[in-house]
């Protein structure tokens, strides 16, 4: 009777197949290009000073858009890639407007402020200030009026400020964080290990 040399199909083997495909899909998800954001279509591009070169990554911009419809723009802009336009996974955080001044400038005024990340790629801020609807209007000395740039008047001026890590940086980040995850569990396999021997004996 003949013996069936063939090898066997063990878990270890597939455990490292599935590994090995979760390294080269998210090894192509870190290293494709950063999101392309285009100017919102409906505002108008500022240059006043704080708004263009003194900061990296920032733009700014006066509209009379709503909140609504400025965020669904960026959520749309920073969750698909500049390759191939695929879709990406977006986490989206809102944080107190206070925090515009010190992720933006101590000079930024906020009514709303708001985070689109992508993990281990970089995070799209997006804040927004319409003085009408200032919650602490009513302590001014004078009443609130909206924005007048170039003889237009605005509703609204939009901050954007894109900040991420070059591909170097975000693959080396991506290696030292799953070096880090490897260790730990293995830390947490041997403790567990030692346990069951000590309750073995």
Request: proline content about 7%; aromatic content about 16%; charged content about 20%.
């Amino acid at each position: 009777m003949r013996k069936n040399n063939r090898p066997r199909f063990s878990p270890a083997s597939f455990g490292r197949i599935l590994f090995g495909l979760f390294f080269v899909l998210a090894s192509l998800y870190i290293l494709l290009p950063q999101p392309n954001i285009e100017p919102i279509p409906f505002g108008v591009r500022s240059n006043l000073e704080g708004d263009t070169w003194q900061i990296k990554g920032i733009s700014a911009f006066f509209t009379n858009a709503s909140r609504d419809e400025v965020i669904s723009y960026y959520k749309t802009q920073m969750g698909r890639t500049a390759f191939l336009n695929l879709q990406m996974p977006l986490v989206r955080l809102n944080h107190p407007p206070e925090y515009a001044k010190t992720a933006i400038s101590d000079q930024t005024k906020s009514n709303y402020f708001e985070e689109f990340v992508q993990p281990f790629r970089g995070s799209l801020y997006v804040n927004g200030w319409e003085p009408l609807q200032d919650p602490f209007k009513y302590r001014l000395k004078s009443p609130p009026v909206n924005h007048l740039y170039k003889g237009q008047e605005y509703t609204a001026k939009v901050t954007v400020l894109y900040v991420g890590p070059g591909a170097f940086g975000r693959y080396v980040f991506f290696l030292l964080t799953l070096l880090g995850t490897y260790l730990v569990l293995s830390q947490i396999k041997l403790v567990f290990t030692q346990k069951w021997f000590q309750r073995e004996k």
